[in-house]
């Protein structure tokens, strides 16, 4: 059964860098991509951007772009999401999300657990 | 795309039947429309995609309808564990969007 499973909790320091991993099990990475959504406490669902490792091809969302990095690493099958300049406004549950790379119709099937980033001063 | 959903929350007894509107401010591409159910501390889970498609394992109280700009999910007959936030989703192109969510609650 495939399955998204992602780093653990992390607390931070305003202006400094988080790196969160989502790693893939029981399906096939590479004819899937991984996209990242963020939610903060009481608020609704954000999407932040995506990656699509066969392709090698990266979208972020407007609101992200310059401060967000995705990778991933095809041999682990194991995406990322690092964020830098930290901010409180950045405290939030993160979930990667797989989406078929073909059957694009099928959306966001699969989501990992979230992991949660508290940013504080 | 900016999604509009409503009711902000739907206040229901189990049994009853819900309906859940989402409102595109343009055409979603190939109605590629998508419903999402979350429960505090988990998660969202797909329960259709397509506008109309239930997802794997989806109960088949569960439905979906719509075109264009105009779309619903209808729960017939409320069961218990039913009672959640939920997120319609256009993910035609990108950027993806989520409307801001239904809550129902009991």
């Known amino acids: 059964q495939a399955q998204l499973v992602q780093s653990g909790a992390e607390v931070k320091k305003s202006g400094s860098s988080v790196k969160v991993s989502c790693k893939a099990s029981?399906?096939?990475?590479?004819?899937?991509?991984i996209n990242w959504v963020r939610q903060a406490p009481g608020q609704g669902l954000e999407w932040m951007g995506r990656i699509i490792p066969v392709f090698d091809t990266i979208h972020y969302a407007q609101n992200f772009q310059g401060r967000v990095t995705f990778t991933a690493d095809k041999d682990t099958d194991t995406a990322y999401m690092e964020m830098t300049g930290l901010t409180s406004d950045d405290t939030a549950v993160y979930y990667c999300?797989?989406?078929?790379?073909?059957?694009?119709?099928?959306?966001?099937?699969?989501w990992g657990q979230g992991t949660l980033v508290a940013v504080s001063s | 795309i900016v999604l509009t959903q409503s009711p902000g929350t739907l206040s229901l007894s189990p049994g009853e039947r819900a309906t859940l509107s989402c409102r595109a401010s343009q055409s979603v591409a190939s109605n590629y429309l998508a419903w999402y159910q979350q429960k505090p501390g988990q998660a969202p889970r797909l329960l259709i995609y397509?506008?109309?498609n239930r997802a794997t394992g989806i109960p088949d109280r569960f439905s979906g309808s719509g075109s264009g700009t105009d779309f619903t999910l209808t729960i017939s007959g409320l069961e218990p564990e039913d009672f959640a936030m939920y997120y319609c989703?256009?993910?035609?192109?990108?950027?993806?969007?989520f409307g801001p969510g239904t809550k129902v609650d009991i």
């Open positions: 029981g399906g096939t990475f590479r004819s899937h991509i």
């Open positions: 397509g506008a109309s």
């Open positions: 989703q256009n993910y035609g192109y990108t950027p993806f969007t």
């Open positions: 999300a797989r989406h078929d790379v073909v059957a694009t119709i099928l959306a966001f099937d699969v």
